[in-house]
């Protein structure tokens, strides 16, 4: 999902926006790269990935490691997953040179960490990475 200062939210989300929106396929990847275009200087993209393919509830089945942070292939998940970071992280990289402000959701112990391609991006000396902890029930206040 991408959002801009110049409009409250403009969110590209595939499962409200069917397969234009998904970065599995090539006309959401074109897409996504020409909305992070459209953003301006300060913007900022917030991205979430898959918990089934990345949370560590789910370890047991997509067996991501130190060692093998790709996880098992056997898996669709495990396949969309690793498709969806690695076009996620050349986006961040095309919002890094533009100047664009990024956040990654991702719960705490996540296997997404590990990906080499992400690792990579947060070693760009001009990346500072920060870690955000919220807790539940403070999203739910009014």
Known sequence: MLWSPRCLRQGVDHETDGCSHCLLGDIGFMYAIRQILRLKEGALGFWGLPCNSFGFMARSLHQRSNSSPFGCGHHAFVQCGNILITRMV??????????????????DRS???????????????????????WWGAHLFCC
């Not at 296997?111 to 902890?133: D, G, K, M, N, T």
Request: aromatic share 10%.
């Open 90 to 107: 050349a986006l961040m990289m095309l919002m890094v040179s533009r100047q664009v402000r990024w956040m990654l959701e991702q719960p």
């Open 111 to 133: 296997a997404a960490a590990i990906c080499p391609y992400l690792q990579h991006l947060l070693s760009f000396p001009h990346v500072e990475p920060h870690r955000v902890f």
